[in-house]
């Protein structure tokens, strides 16, 4: 079964950047289309972004002209570069394919963004 573990994670202040990593494992990994996530408790889990298996992008209004979704499918690695934070983009971060090659959800990784 396909696993994603996500990285990179921490505190930074507002306007301060940071860099997540998603790890795919598996052979298929390029065709996905892969999606970033976040979750502040008690809301629901939130699209941020998402890539197609040919590199087109889209983002959510909240995020738009601030984060940037990438790939390198020979590492099987999606990225989410995050600039301009703020206080509000303080969530649990999860990355996972939409549609085929959706699978279980990882533990995510912690973004806090406080001064």
């Known amino acids: 079964q396909v696993q994603f573990v996500e990285s990179g994670g921490g505190l930074v202040q507002p306007g301060g950047s940071l860099r997540l990593s998603c790890a795919g494992s598996?052979?298929?990994?390029?065709?996905?289309?892969m999606g970033w996530y976040r979750q502040v408790p008690g809301n629901q889990r939130e699209l941020v972004a998402h890539?197609?298996?040919?590199?087109?992008?889209t983002y959510a209004d909240s995020v738009k002209g601030r984060f940037t979704i990438s790939r390198d499918n020979a590492k099987n690695v999606v990225y989410l570069q995050m600039n301009s934070l703020k206080p509000e983009d303080t969530a649990v971060y999860f990355c996972?394919?939409?549609?085929?090659?959706?699978?279980?959800w990882g533990q995510g990784t912690q973004v806090t963004v406080s001064s």
């Open positions: 598996g052979t298929m990994f390029s065709i996905y289309t």
């Open positions: 996972n394919a939409i549609g085929l090659g959706v699978s279980p």
């Open positions: 890539i197609s298996r040919v590199g087109t992008t």
